[in-house]
């Protein structure tokens, strides 16, 4: 079992940056591979960002790809993502997932994943 509580969301200026963490609860944080989804409002959950187990292997949308960057700390049971360049279009609910030792090949598809956080808001303003 896997918990995940996602922080870091916030009003920000379009151009501005946020990173949104997420902590695991758990000892084998380490053994799963992660990843960062978004939903906007009357549309689906999308992906943004993967990261596999091991760290070495990351994915990430072509709309974020550039301005955004996963990362994670095993030590800390802690996956991040830094935004940058914010756009009007990144306003969304984030949440973090994850996924026992998954590829990264793997890891764009919603239903692979087994845990999810409960979200944090992300808005840019103009």
């Known amino acids: 079992q896997v918990q995940l509580v996602e922080s870091g969301g916030g009003l920000v200026q379009a151009g501005g940056s946020l990173r949104l963490s997420c902590a695991a609860s758990g000892r084998t944080f380490s053994s799963y591979s992660m990843g960062w989804f978004r939903q906007a409002p009357g549309k689906e959950r999308d992906f943004v960002a993967a990261i596999t187990w091991s760290g070495i292997s990351t994915d990430y949308a072509d709309s974020v790809k550039g301005r955004f960057t996963i990362f994670r700390d095993n030590a800390k049971n802690a996956v991040y993502l830094q935004m940058n360049n914010l756009k009007l279009e990144d306003t969304a609910v984030y949440y973090c997932?994850?996924?026992?030792?998954?590829?990264?090949?793997?890891?764009?598809?919603?239903?692979?994943?087994?845990?999810w956080g409960q979200g944090t808001q992300v808005t840019v303003s103009s």
């Open positions: 997932a994850a996924v026992m030792g998954a590829p990264a090949r793997t890891l764009r598809g919603v239903s692979m994943y087994n845990y």
